[in-house]
């Protein structure tokens, strides 16, 4: 079995590579281009030909991407110099974000809203901050003199990430055996310190019952990971969500969205679920509102309720919801790339070839090993995916449509 090029770029260590913050910040964003360039020409060749078998409509419109593509020599050139396409994606991305924070506070109005943060330890820090002269300035920290910039922040979110799981998994074990009421809502993000590595920032909902065992838990972490500079505070109604709207701003930036789009392997904000109702139905009675109920779209857009609430609350009233099983084959890869990662740290650790080296010894082991099939996981499984929505007067807000392929505008988009 040859070694599918997408798997091997999923354990690539670029990172490694990244000497200093200058040559991250170009790095991320190169990486940020070659990202959107991709997108473009997978959007454009993929989707635009797909039409609708039974209306003959196109899924997509095909005059919105003609700003993204310019003739040269009978082919068809994707450009987008500002990168327009995937900032716009980012964008939603942020506002989803957003109305998913809203939700949650509105929701628990009558809990405790408890503001955590989480900074991992120095050794996950490059550079640190020295203050001379009343100016603060980074040097390079003598704990990481051994590892590259790109390796310290690896190192960082993987840390991060435990630590996060730990408080979690703490904070369950005991609220069940205090016998206390094990569910609270949340919402967690992650930002980058000035020196690159990632720190955490999270607020709980909590009741006034679970929240010693939330500050008893924050100790013991704090102490299991040798943490220093963390914040446990429980906030007023007034400065909850403020909080982390502060921290979520930065999301804006175009240097943040190259920074999340790089590391993407890693999730930068996560909450607790949106009610019962999935975010696609969600995002499809937005638009249907928006464009043919529009008293009921600004009724809702103007009320004291953050818009999501009243979305979940119109779905829940008003529309019938069906659903059909589908097979869909689930492959995973998390195995063989463990062992390609277990592999590189050992050759990178002994110091004695360059990251070239090593990735070309591990993709000659790899490429045309059987025994890669031992490493990935294959498995069926069975899905509900949406069918269709209808109102309770029978008219139909959404169906699944029969797509295919239309060969004629497939051949026109001779893309180079």
């Given at each position: 079995m040859k070694l599918n090029k997408k798997i091997f770029n999923l354990v690539k260590k670029d990172t490694y590579r990244i000497k200093d913050i200058d040559d991250f910040k170009r790095t991320i964003s190169i990486d940020y281009t070659l990202k959107n360039e991709k997108l473009l020409k997978y959007t454009i060749y993929n989707l635009l030909p797909l039409k609708d078998k039974n209306s003959n409509k196109y899924s997509f419109d095909f005059g919105s991407f003609n700003k993204y593509l310019k003739p040269l020599d009978n082919k068809l050139v994707v450009s987008d110099n500002?990168?327009?396409?995937?900032?716009?994606?980012?964008?939603?991305?942020v506002l989803k974000d957003f109305s998913?924070?809203?939700?949650?506070?509105?929701m628990n109005e009558d809990k405790n809203s408890l503001f955590i943060t989480?900074?991992?330890?120095?050794?996950?820090?490059f550079y640190k901050h020295k203050t001379k002269k009343g100016k603060k300035r980074l040097v390079s920290n003598s704990e990481c003199k051994s590892l590259t910039l790109g390796e310290t922040i690896e190192k960082s979110f993987i840390n991060m990430n435990k630590i996060k799981r730990e408080y979690y998994k703490l904070v369950k074990k005991y609220l069940k055996?205090?016998?206390?009421?094990?569910?609270?809502?949340?919402?967690?993000?992650?930002?980058?310190?000035?020196?690159?590595?990632?720190?955490?920032?999270s607020v709980f909902y909590v009741s006034n019952e679970q929240l010693k065992v939330f500050k008893q838990c924050y100790r013991t972490i704090k102490k299991r990971f040798k943490l220093k500079q963390c914040k446990f505070i429980v906030l007023n109604k007034s400065k909850s969500s403020s909080y982390l709207m502060k921290y979520m701003l930065k999301y804006d930036s175009d240097f943040y969205k190259h920074y999340r789009r790089y590391f993407s392997k890693y999730r930068f904000f996560t909450s607790s679920k949106v009610g019962i109702v999935p975010q696609k139905i969600i995002d499809i009675t937005y638009n249907h509102?928006?464009?043919y109920q529009k008293s009921i779209y600004y009724e809702y857009k103007n009320s004291d309720k953050p818009m999501v609430v009243s979305l979940v609350e119109h779905i829940l009233d008003n529309?019938?919801?069906?659903?059909?099983?589908?097979?869909v084959e689930v492959i995973k890869y998390q195995k063989l790339q463990q062992k390609i990662n277990e592999d590189f740290?050992?050759?990178?650790?002994?110091?004695?070839?360059d990251l070239d080296q090593i990735e070309q010894m591990i993709y000659q082991?790899?490429?045309?090993?059987?025994?890669?099939?031992?490493?990935?996981?294959?498995?069926?499984?069975?899905?509900k995916e949406l069918k269709k929505i209808t109102d309770k007067k029978g008219n139909v807000i959404y169906e699944k449509k029969d797509l295919v392929i239309d060969t004629n505008r497939l051949k026109r988009l001779n893309i180079c």
């Open positions: 500002d990168n327009t396409y995937l900032k716009n994606i980012d964008d939603k991305k998913k924070m809203n939700y949650l506070q509105y989480f900074t991992n330890p120095s050794k996950y820090h055996r205090k016998k206390l009421d094990i569910g609270f809502d949340f919402v967690s993000v992650l930002e980058n310190h000035k020196n690159m590595s990632i720190h955490n920032h509102l928006k464009k529309y019938i919801i069906e659903y059909e099983d589908k097979t740290n050992s050759l990178y650790e002994c110091h004695l070839l082991k790899y490429k045309d090993n059987e025994e890669v099939l031992d490493y990935i996981d294959y498995k069926n499984d069975t899905v």
